[in-house]
């Protein structure tokens, strides 16, 4: 077992592959942290006098426990500890927030458990649990908190359960699933905000006296922010240092907080944060908060990735439907609302004659949507756009030998629609004020029932008996005006949350009702990037930009949290002309660093073209086994040079796929330079025309061949670093597949 409880010495230890996580029971009574490091003999687990000064402290304990002075397990508000609290209880008998909880004993087992109505990671073999319990005496109310080891990834997840076993009703008013202090503050966070079609661009800030947050509000994880963090111990590179590395698994609005203290210490916690939640528990309910994750890496940034990316393959996403992730040919940029079935059908035989395995049909099939001015929530489809009905129209594109996804977005209305106009009271809107749309569209109230029971009842009658083998589910505006008119006063604050368990059901009953089609996520593209929708997506529409020299910089920022077979990558129309060998070329392989898939109006290809598109995908199969389940490592930072590097290693490394795109400081939108102007990060953003490449995952000893050069190289200069010069303008992209000669 990797989990130790030591009575004797009042001491737990965890451990996962390389790491230790050490806490002590002070006094039998409170949980305290001394160590999450290295796994290593090493570790010091001394316990470290800190400035006591104008804190409160127990009479009977003196200064050997003060609240404010120690490094705890799990902090509450009210109670002498002044930093960031990460649960605040509100006794709605008597009115005090003021929360306690004394430690009461410890447990250990084998796997996990499960989540009620909340994705989170799956257990395997090697996953072992944690559980603290703690009770508050004054409510009545029993906290579990749960610390669960996925051993060979590094990984550990946290979250708690709080169960009112008092006679009052209690109400959580501030919830954080993890809290960790560390006890020193020489750190950089990297955080990852951006902007819709810029998304996840990372951002370093040192850590300062204070409270930095990233957070989101918006009813999503956002594309302005993003739930995954780093913090890098000073000087902590790609492949050296110490990282630790955060997430939630969890899609709606969230919070980062990380604060330092006057001591030197640095709290940083996760969850759900204050502003956009709260949670009324009567006696006898219980509350489980959503799954927040670790890692930590004595190695770096880079490992800390690979830590993160491992998980997600292994224990958050869905299994693969297909023996092969399909390569899709999307209709959006190619027509966007001007289908119908004979163009999609023409559009199904030009996806196979470019060697594509789906055709998959956007938006603009259903309702009166002709434009983004109507339709949404009306989910049957438009019958002068497809005369037959949705599955003679499938089995026609089954029949030109291709598979068909289909674009919904069911939990959004317009108020030009069927729905809207039948049921104006299902949309999230508080009473008194006049609704704000986005894209002309207003979100459903998912904490309703009513409106999920709906919802289930129009796809099932659109898509039962139609063979469909995959669904985009978008998502297009964020929420303003939290309300949802089903629940009572006391309960407002738990709208938002409600309704993404709404959403996580629709998932859920999604998946189950038609088992055969995998789902892509998409949030106006890279919108809800999280791991709450990677456990029902397979793979996540990165952006909606798709300018290949702005999706370097969103493909390296997601990289950090996210492995590269989750990262939907489509040679579209942001290349420009496709019929440009050189635009092409670049935009193909920008495309090499995820699923592949195309969006252009293929019905207007050349037969040239059609053929170069074969040779790519054909290409692409070859080194799929290496994008899709390879080790991902970081080589050269576009922000800092212009120009992308990366590589993909078997698990063997005797195989690497290496890339290199100069995207510079021509052949994007200026979209990148306003966003990193705004970060001010003082980078110089000029491009060398040569750059020096290091290999960390080259094997010593060994002599590799670049399958596409025939040049041979050996590993130890790899791992020394070679250098690839570049021309002086225009793109620029280098692959090298090096395979163990
Ligand atoms: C936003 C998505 O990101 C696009 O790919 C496309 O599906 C449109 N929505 C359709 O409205």
């Not at 109310?141 to 996925?150: E, I, N, R, S």
Request: hydrophobic content about 35%; proline content about 5%.
């Amino acid at each position: 077992m990797s989990i130790k409880i030591d009575k004797k010495e009042n001491r737990i230890t965890l451990k996962t592959k390389n790491t230790m996580y050490v806490m002590q029971i002070l006094f039998d009574r409170f949980p305290v942290h001394l160590y999450y490091g290295k796994n290593s003999p090493k570790a010091d687990l001394t316990y470290r006098a800190r400035n006591t000064s104008y804190s409160p402290n127990y009479e009977e304990y003196g200064f050997t426990y003060v609240p404010n002075a120690e490094m705890v397990e799990f902090p509450f508000y009210g109670n002498g500890d002044y930093r960031a609290d990460a649960l605040r209880l509100r006794d709605m008998t008597s009115g005090s927030k003021v929360t306690e909880f004394i430690y009461q004993k410890a447990r250990k087992f084998k796997g996990r458990k499960d989540i009620p109505g909340l994705p989170f990671a799956d257990a395997n073999e090697n996953t072992e649990t944690l559980e603290l319990t703690m009770t508050d005496k004054f409510t009545g109310c029993t906290l579990k908190l749960y610390y669960t080891l996925f051993p060979e990834c590094d990984i550990i997840s946290r979250y708690f359960t709080l169960e009112n076993g008092g006679n009052g009703d209690v109400r959580i008013e501030k919830c954080m699933s993890l809290s960790l202090d560390l006890p020193d503050m020489n750190y950089e966070m990297i955080s990852f905000c951006g902007s819709h079609c810029m998304e996840r661009i990372p951002q370093i800030t040192p850590l300062f006296r204070g409270n930095q947050r990233v957070e989101s509000k918006r009813g999503a994880s956002s594309h302005q922010a993003n739930p995954f963090i780093m913090l890098a111990a000073n000087g902590a590179k790609e492949e050296s240092g110490n990282v630790y590395g955060f997430n939630f698994v969890y899609s709606g609005s969230f919070l980062d907080e990380v604060e330092t203290d006057f001591n030197g210490t640095t709290r940083v916690a996760v969850g759900l944060g204050s502003d956009n939640f709260s949670m009324l528990l009567k006696p006898g309910e219980e509350f489980s908060s959503p799954e927040a994750i670790m890692t930590f890496s004595s190695s770096g940034i880079g490992t800390v990735s690979r830590n993160m990316h491992s998980f997600i393959r292994s224990h958050i996403l869905p299994a693969e439907k297909y023996e092969k992730r399909p390569v899709v040919l999307n209709s959006w940029e190619a027509f966007y609302f001007d289908i119908d079935e004979d163009i999609m059908i023409d559009f199904a035989k030009a996806a196979k004659e470019c060697g594509a395995d789906m055709l998959v049909m956007d938006d603009g099939w259903f309702g009166k949507r002709i434009n983004d001015r109507a339709g949404l929530g009306d989910w049957y489809e438009n019958p002068d756009r497809f005369k037959d009905g949705l599955a003679p129209f499938a089995d026609r594109i089954h029949a030109q030998d291709v598979k068909f996804g289909i674009w919904i977005e069911p939990e959004m209305v317009n108020p030009d629609s069927d729905l809207f106009r039948a049921h104006p009271d299902w949309i999230l809107l508080a009473p008194g004020r006049d609704p704000l749309v986005a894209r002309h569209q207003h979100v459903l109230d998912f904490a309703n029932p009513d409106v999920l029971e709906y919802i289930k009842n129009i796809l099932s009658a659109c898509f039962d008996g139609v063979a469909i083998d995959y669904f985009k589910w978008d998502m297009n505006r964020h929420m303003c005006s939290v309300y949802s008119p089903v629940l009572p006063p006391e309960r407002q604050d738990e709208t938002a949350y409600r309704y993404m368990l709404g959403v996580y059901e629709l998932y859920r009953w999604l998946t189950e009702r038609y088992p055969n089609a995998m789902i892509e996520n998409c949030s106006g593209g890279g919108g809800r990037y999280d791991l709450g929708m990677m456990k029902y997506s397979t793979q996540i529409w990165t952006s909606d930009n798709t300018t290949p020299a702005d999706r370097v910089f969103i493909q390296y920022g997601s990289s950090f949290g996210y492995p590269a077979s989750t990262m939907s990558c489509h040679v579209a129309t942001g290349i420009g002309s496709l019929e440009d060998k050189n635009k092409l070329d670049f935009g193909y392989r920008t495309a090499l660093a995820g699923p592949l898939g195309y969006e252009f109006n293929a019905l207007k290809a050349t037969d040239e073209l059609k053929k170069t598109i074969n040779a790519q995908i054909d290409e692409y199969r070859r080194y799929e086994h290496l994008i899709l389940r390879g080790d991902f490592y970081r080589m050269l930072n576009p922000l800092e040079c212009g120009c992308s590097a990366y590589c993909f290693a078997s698990d063997s490394r005797s195989e690497l796929l290496f890339t290199l795109l100069r995207c510079g400081n021509d052949g994007g939108t200026d979209m990148l330079k306003r966003f990193t102007d705004s970060l001010k990060t003082g980078k110089s953003r000029t491009v060398p025309e040569s750059f020096r490449v290091r290999f960390a995952a080259a094997k010593r000893n060994t002599v590799y061949k670049d399958m596409i050069s025939g040049e041979c190289f050996d590993g130890d200069t790899l791992r020394r670093g070679i250098t690839v010069n570049v021309p002086k303008e225009g793109l620029y992209s280098k692959m090298m597949y090096l395979v163990e000669d």
